[in-house]
């Protein structure tokens, strides 16, 4: 999955080098932001020309006619513009200053970008074939890969379509954490505002609303192994399926580090060892797709294998039974950094300070 992360692929000027634009090249270019560059396309129009082998200069960017069975597939022209009409309303919603855009938003002003650069606002100046790629574009950012991928080869760069649509996902990708987050922060200031105190790091886990990745993998580094009410906490923070693999390799890391496997309390346990033999095999399985957070020192586990391997065979003789090895767990994980959750009390469960939304989210530019 890709991670969540403001840079992006150099949208505007990759268009530039297609289509000739009037000056928006130059004051975006630098930008490296897909939120920001696709949000720029408000007051500065997109220049859609192409030079066609006589010279003569075409407003479109289509290869040339659409196939048959693509003009038959359209809808006529009247569902055509009262479709666009829609899509392109998101484009006025009110947007909360510093929330990123969402994928509606984005895909309104962009196309609205492309209606600057025929020199209107209004659909019905359009020509019907203008409204048909608009109508085209709008679908291929919305398409899966491969109905985007077919798509996309009926324009005249097939690559800056779908470079495009990258960015777009980008952007929807950045809005959906923006949402998780501020989720999170919404479900720990109502802990902290609750006259009832959780019973446990367990129950205080359970009975938020939201998912937190980053107060597991807070979890997962901080609890105290040696507590069986921490340690079944940090078992159900890996056990989700939207935990960060960044988060199960620190976990992996931190057993190998201390030999906690082969310590008294662990193998008086069978549950627990069961548990973990559990997420190994979750691991192997495909189950964790979730990608977005790093691993530093002192968390690093790239050197970890051959010391795991020895406590996998420990396990293996001790149990008399093969332990599965997790594949390509001990690796390194860029993204961000994990976010501070120094204001829970891993002991108690509870909440000790109010939370803040600088260590929750990552508010936008306050001028988008």
């Known amino acids: 999955m890709q991670r969540i992360v403001l840079t992006g692929l150099a949208l505007i000027p990759a268009v530039a080098a297609v289509f000739p634009l009037s000056g928006i090249a130059l004051a975006v270019s630098g930008l490296g932001s ?29 290869r040339g006619p659409l196939p048959k069975s693509d003009r038959s597939a359209l809808p006529d022209q009247s ?17 909360p200053p510093g929330v990123p855009l969402d994928r509606d938003t984005a895909i309104a002003r962009t196309l609205s970008g492309f209606m600057q650069g025929w020199r209107t606002q ?3 100046k359009l020509t019907a074939s203008q409204r048909s790629e608009l109508y085209l574009i709008n679908t291929l950012l919305r398409a899966e890969p491969g109905e985007a991928g077919r798509l996309a080869q009926l324009f005249a760069r097939p690559d800056t379509m779908l470079d495009l649509r990258d960015e777009i996902d980008l952007i929807t990708l950045r809005r959906a954490s923006f949402d998780r987050d501020y989720n ?73 580090k201390d030999q906690f496997l082969r310590s008294p309390k662990a193998q008086a346990d069978p549950a627990y060892l069961a548990a973990v033999q559990d997420l190994i095999q979750k691991w192997n399985s495909g ?24 406590e996998l065979d420990y396990l293996s003789a001790q149990c008399d039974q093969h332990w599965p090895d997790p594949h390509c767990i001990f690796i390194e994980f860029d993204g961000r ?29 306050e001028a988008l």
Not at 198 to 222: C, G, K, N
Not at 232 to 241: D, E, F, M, T, V
Not at 287 to 310: G, N, R
Not at 337 to 365: C, I, K, M
């Open 287 to 310: 189950f964790y797709k979730h990608h977005e957070l790093a691993l530093t020192s002192p968390h690093s586990v790239a050197t970890m294998q051959p010391f795991f391997d020895a």
């Open 34 to 62: 897909a939120y920001a560059l696709v949000a720029s396309l408000r007051p500065q129009p997109i220049r859609i020309s192409r030079t066609t082998p006589g010279a003569h200069r075409a407003t479109t960017l289509l």
């Open 79 to 95: 569902a055509i513009s009262h479709h666009l009409m829609r899509v392109l309303a998101a484009a006025n919603d009110f947007q």
């Open 184 to 256: 999170a922060f919404l479900a720990t200031q109502s802990l902290w505002d609750s006259a009832v105190a959780p019973r446990d790091l367990s129950e205080a886990l359970q009975s938020m609303a939201s998912q937190d990745i980053d107060l597991w993998h807070h979890v997962t580094l901080h609890h105290d192994l040696h507590d069986p009410a921490q340690r079944s906490a940090a078992l159900w923070c890996l056990s989700q399926a939207t935990c960060d693999r960044a988060t199960l390799a620190a976990y992996f890391g931190r057993l190998t």
């Open 122 to 124: 209004n659909l019905s």
């Open 337 to 365: 950094a994990p976010r501070n959750r120094d204001h829970w009390d891993l002991r108690s469960g509870q909440v000790t300070a109010p939370p803040r939304q600088n260590d929750y989210f990552e508010r936008a530019f």
